[in-house]
């Protein structure tokens, strides 16, 4: 894979790529890349506008009542352990941090709830610090066109990429990638016979 080739493709196939979760501050985004575990941004767009609403802050989140919050957010998938979550990790931030997200990555991880990935996105689109988060789709197509191995974890496919793509590009691709994998390269059925990047691709199930 030449990855001037494949920066360049993504360019043109996706140029304002970007988060499709709605947020106005590193906390509204936190709390919503914490939501969007194993369901949709659009699902989880529709909970955070009564969220964000009710709860503006670690504070007001840090006291709610879990019943409150739940209900809330009861359309999207393990809404229980999520609500609870926000509310642990508010109660953190109010303690730990005087109400403010850290942006240390060390710090982050260490918040309820809060894994690499979400840490990535919320370092990167929040404080403006290269990071490449590797969600499903990232990993489905870096497999797919040959930047990782079928057997590579989550980490091993990030530092795969962070080797192979200049650090300039981490925020932009990260957006392109998933972009590129929920609109074109789907888990099921693929749009092979339109892809710019068919002659790069390693899927034993493509379709010429």
Request: proline share 5%; with cysteine.
């Amino acid at each position: 894979m030449n990855i001037t080739h494949f920066l360049d493709t993504l360019n043109q196939m996706f140029p304002d790529a970007k988060a499709e979760l709605n947020y106005s501050n590193p906390f509204e985004l936190l709390i919503a890349v914490v939501l969007s575990a194993q369901t949709t941004d659009k699902a989880v767009n529709k909970v955070t506008e009564q969220l964000f609403a009710n709860y503006p802050n670690p504070i007001a989140l840090s006291e709610a009542q879990l019943s409150d919050v739940e209900n809330i957010i009861k359309t999207i998938g393990l809404y229980h352990n999520k609500a609870k979550n926000i509310i642990a990790l508010s109660k953190e931030l109010v303690d730990k941090y005087q109400g403010e997200v850290p942006h240390e990555r060390e710090q982050l991880e260490s918040l309820p709830g809060v894994g690499r990935k979400t840490t990535n996105v919320v370092i990167s689109n929040a404080f403006g610090i290269p990071a490449l988060a590797v969600d499903t789709h990232v990993a489905r197509i870096s497999v797919r066109l040959g930047l990782a191995k079928a057997t590579d974890n989550v980490l091993e496919i990030e530092k795969k990429l962070n080797r192979k793509i200049p650090k300039e590009h981490w925020l932009k691709v990260h957006h392109q990638m998933i972009f590129f994998g929920r609109y074109h390269c789907l888990a099921k059925n693929p749009k092979c016979q339109s892809c710019p990047l068919i002659d790069d691709c390693k899927y034993k199930d493509k379709q010429k």
